[in-house]
């Protein structure tokens, strides 16, 4: 079945970078692109943005912009997310999740990866 | 910029119909997806492009969309519909979700 499974948590001090993985399992990984999505706790969630799982092409949310890199290992099915300069208030739930040519819905969903910066 | 409106949350007696709305401008011209979210888990999908279920979503889940509303309906409630709902669409080369839905099961 389609899966994808994602790195554990993570606590990084301020001003630090994570970088999360997903690897995908089931599917065509060149087919489909990834989008990531954030969670902070309590909260609703953030399109953070997406990358396709054919040529690498990217498409970020423009809050992020600068800070996020998003990147795929197409031999191994993986993709990452790199986030840069981090502060407390991107302590969240990263998830990552399939999606198609574009970042149009999302199914499924990796499990989650906390991600926690101490202020 | 363009906002999803969901109300906070919804109740709903066993075995009725619980009715979660999305509003914003025109969405009915925009394709919607939902999601349903347990506590500590992940989002499933359980509505996409306005109205299709995907597979192994029951039939009591549906979705329409129309105006400036888009609606997810779930007829014969059942504890284990208890959750958050969020609605999502993906315009001007950026996503967008709704604040999310609490639904509570009396």
């Known amino acids: 079945q389609v899966q994808l499974v994602q790195s554990g948590a993570e606590v990084k001090k301020p001003g630090a970078s994570v970088k999360v993985s997903c690897k995908a399992s089931?599917?065509?990984?060149?087919?489909?692109?990834i989008s990531w999505v954030r969670q902070a706790p309590g909260q609703g969630l953030e399109w953070m943005g997406w990358?396709?799982?054919?040529?690498?092409?990217?498409k970020y949310a423009q809050n992020l912009q600068g800070r996020v890199t998003m990147t795929t290992e197409t031999f191994t099915s993986t993709a990452y997310m790199e986030l840069r300069s981090l502060r407390s208030d991107d302590t969240a739930v990263y998830y990552c999740?399939?999606?198609?040519?574009?970042?149009?819905?999302?199914?499924?969903w990796g499990q989650g990866t906390p991600v926690t910066v101490p202020s | 910029s363009y906002e999803l409106t969901q109300p906070l949350s919804v109740s709903v007696a066993l075995g009725q119909t619980a009715t979660i709305t999305c509003g914003g401008n025109?969405?009915?011209?925009?394709?919607v997806h939902w999601y349903q979210q347990k506590p500590g888990q992940a989002p499933v999908l359980v509505i996409y492009?306005?109205?299709n279920r995907p597979s192994g979503i029951p039939e009591r889940i549906s979705g329409s969309n129309s105006g400036n509303t888009a609606t997810l309906t779930i007829t014969r409630a059942q504890a284990g519909d208890e959750a958050d709902y969020f609605c999502?669409?993906?315009?001007?080369?950026?996503?967008?979700f709704g604040g999310g839905t609490i639904l509570t099961v009396l």
């Open positions: 999740a399939r999606s198609g040519w574009e970042p149009d819905w999302f199914d499924p």
């Open positions: 089931g599917y065509s990984f060149t087919s489909y692109g």
């Open positions: 990358i396709s799982g054919y040529n690498g092409n990217t």
């Open positions: 025109n969405i009915g011209t925009k394709n």
């Open positions: 492009r306005d109205s």
């Open positions: 999502q669409v993906w315009d001007s080369s950026t996503v967008l």
